[in-house]
């Protein structure tokens, strides 16, 4: 199918004593029929018609008036002042189509409508184009919210392994305590322990009882000068071999005679 565009019925394929494609008397009709229009626009749809091979190479592009009063200073779809103007749609304007293309090539949706807006190019936004761009808007927002949501979980998600390694830390560290303490009071009531053994195995001081002194062995000397240890069954025999009495003592170590 062979392309065309918004200003291929105002080309002179129908004048068979035109020398040129489009002369100045193109541009007046196209303007009569597309008054909101702009010669940047005009310009970019006569060159997408020369770029695309349709026009009749027996004939020049342009006759001089257009070129002059027209074409010179529009910008065309190579200009920089029209950056949009390659992605211009058959109808003169940005549609759907050319807004996608327009993404595909890297513009931003937010610079495609701003430089739409600037009015360099005299395109508009088609409808469908406008949805689109709104939708994109959309997905852009419910993206920007995702990221920061992403970002405020990852940032709870920190705050909690914070308080969650202070937690372990608190609970290490009191353990620690805790069994540290544990083994002083171990120790203590150990310390305490052999005290108290040693206390209960000591000797008791000075003179045993009479259970100490029964069946004891005493060392005395016998008249006769014999020397020697016996054993008394009873206290009254040691006394009296000591020579002591109830009363008293005599010189022959005997009780006196009451007469």
Aim: zero cysteines.
């Amino acid at each position: 199918m062979t392309y065309t565009n918004i200003a291929s019925p105002y080309t002179t394929a129908g004048n068979p004593d035109a020398n040129f494609n489009f002369n100045r008397h193109s541009w007046t009709l196209f303007n009569r029929d597309n008054p909101s229009m702009s010669k940047s626009q005009f310009k970019v749809a006569l060159q997408q018609l020369q770029q695309a091979g349709v026009l009749d190479s027996s004939r020049g592009y342009a006759n001089d008036p257009l070129k002059a009063e027209v074409l010179q200073g529009a910008h065309g779809m190579y200009s920089d002042q029209n950056p949009l103007g390659m992605f211009q749609g058959t109808e003169g304007n940005l549609g759907l189509r050319s807004y996608e293309a327009a993404k595909d090539a890297d513009w931003k949706p937010r610079d495609i409508f701003d430089e739409i807006q600037s009015g360099r190019s005299g395109m508009v936004m088609g409808d469908r184009a406008l949805t689109q761009y709104y939708n994109d808007l959309q997905i852009e927002r419910d993206a920007a919210q995702a990221e920061k949501d992403t970002e405020r979980d990852a940032a709870q998600i920190a705050r909690d392994a914070e308080a969650a390694t202070a937690t372990a830390t608190f609970r290490a560290d009191l353990l620690t305590q805790q069994q540290s303490a544990a083994t002083e009071q171990q120790r203590i009531q150990e310390e305490m322990a052999a005290q108290a053994a040693r206390v209960k195995g000591s000797s008791p001081t000075g003179v045993g009882g009479a259970a100490s002194i029964k069946g004891s062995r005493l060392s005395i000397t016998e008249s006769g000068g014999r020397k020697g240890t016996k054993r008394f069954a009873r206290p009254t025999q040691y006394m009296n071999t000591l020579g002591m009495t109830s009363g008293g003592t005599g010189s022959a170590g005997k009780s006196p005679i009451t007469p």
